[in-house]
Each structure stands twice: as structure tokens, then as C-alpha cells.
T-cell receptor, first 114, second 113 residues
């Protein structure tokens, strides 16, 4: 089964600073990858998903971007963070082969923008 | 658009009792449903899933019931334990070809000793 790594686990950044969150996946090939953000006490908001290398779809307009330079690497970035970017960021993976449709989640990165 | 509603934002049950968490969905084209458990500070964890060609599926201490007629599903947890304290999400799979899940706000399950 796949394993999803995210780092860092926690991050405190000043407003206007850049951001780079990394997600890597083991144990699967050619997966769909997802970035979600979760505000405190709320559900998950899909930010980006990727069906392959350099193939990124954005779900909401914002100052964040995503890249997938390798099959099992998904990066979330920002050039200038806003206060509203604070939240819990989750990377998820879905195997595309076979009938397995479940998304599995990484441990998440908690971002606090001050 | 797609929406998922959860009947109760917080559910408080006595340890050892059974818990029932309800979920309503709006897209009749949804054909796959997943329940996740999210403990504080962690990512959601898969619990159980069910396809639209089934109306019941059982796992270890959990049962999911699906009523497609009224677009409702429930998660039943038997003999609730302290470790069951978490937020529970139901996530119907939408009609999108990239199998995007639709997320509601979740139900927080509190276990009373």
C-alpha cells in the first residue's frame, strides 16, 4: 500500500513570505495527487489535483500554485503568503490502476501565517 | 452544485453505546461513498466505503447503510470506545472523471466516559 509523506509538519511564516510544501508518495505509480486545505473545524477544500507529471488543475482562484515535477512528488507553493492562507494542508493520493478509488491522506502540514 | 450535509455537527455518546452518524448528499449520480475518520491534528483515515449497487456494508465494528432513494447514508459504530473520538466525514464521489470527492463539514463524535 502507498505511504504519503508531507513536510514540514508545522510551519509559522510571516505575511508576504514565500511558501513551499512538499508531498511525496511511495508504493504506487502514476497516482492522482491532490492538495486540500482545511480550516479549523471545517471540511476539506480541494485546491489542486494532478493526474500526471506537469498536469495540474486548480479548483479555486488564489495566490497558491502547485507543481508536479516527478510522478510521486507534489509541491504547493506561494510567492507571498496572506493571513488567510493559514490552515491545515493535506496531500492525498489515489491509485489510478484497477478498481481502487479511495483517496489516502498524508499527515498534513499545519501552516500559521502571522 | 454538489452539496453534502451532515445532520448533526456534534454527536455525544456514552462509552459502550452504539453511535450513528448521518449524511445526506445531493447528487444522485454519486456512485461511490467513503467514510473517513479524522483525529485531531491528523489527516483523514479511511474507515469504510460502499458502492451504489449496495445498501449495506459491514466492517470491524462499523456498518454503513446507503439509501439511494432519499440520498442518505449512515455510519454505525458499535460499542463506541474512547478511541472513536474524532470528526467523521462522508465523501460521495462526484460525477467528475477525476473522481473528486465531495466534502462536508463533518460530524464530531464525543465519547463520554
Amino acid at each position: 500500500s502507498q505511504t504519503i509523506h508531507q513536510w514540514p509538519a508545522t510551519l509559522v511564516q510571516p505575511v508576504g513570505s514565500p511558501l513551499s510544501l512538499e508531498c511525496t508518495v511511495e508504493g504506487t505509480s502514476n497516482p492522482n495527487l491532490y492538495w486540500y486545505r482545511q480550516a479549523a473545524g471545517r471540511g476539506l477544500q480541494l485546491l489542486f489535483y494532478s493526474i500526471g507529471i506537469d498536469q495540474i488543475s486548480s479548483e479555486v482562484p488564489q495566490n497558491l500554485s502547485a507543481s508536479r515535477p516527478q510522478d510521486r512528488q507534489f509541491i504547493l507553493s506561494s510567492k507571498k503568503l496572506l493571513l488567510s492562507d493559514s490552515g491545515f494542508y493535506l496531500c492525498a493520493c489515489r491509485e489510478r490502476a484497477g478498481l481502487q478509488e479511495t483517496q489516502y491522506f498524508g499527515p498534513g502540514t499545519r501552516l500559521l501565517v502571522l | 452544485g454538489e452539496s453534502v450535509g451532515l445532520h448533526l455537527p456534534t454527536l455525544s455518546v456514552q462509552e459502550g453505546d452504539n453511535s450513528i452518524i448521518n449524511c445526506a448528499y445531493s447528487n444522485s449520480a454519486s456512485d461511490y461513498f467513503i467514510w473517513y475518520k479524522q483525529e485531531s491534528g491528523k489527516g483523514p483515515q479511511f474507515i469504510i466505503d460502499i458502492r451504489s449497487n449496495m445498501d449495506k456494508r459491514q466492517g470491524q465494528r462499523v456498518t454503513v447503510l446507503l439509501n439511494k432513494t432519499v440520498k442518505h447514508l449512515s455510519l454505525q459504530i458499535a460499542a463506541t470506545q474512547p478511541g472513536d473520538s474524532a470528526v467523521y466525514f462522508c465523501a460521495p464521489q462526484g460525477a467528475d472523471s477525476n473522481y473528486q470527492l465531495i466534502w462536508g463539514a463533518g460530524t464530531k463524535l464525543i465519547i463520554k466516559p
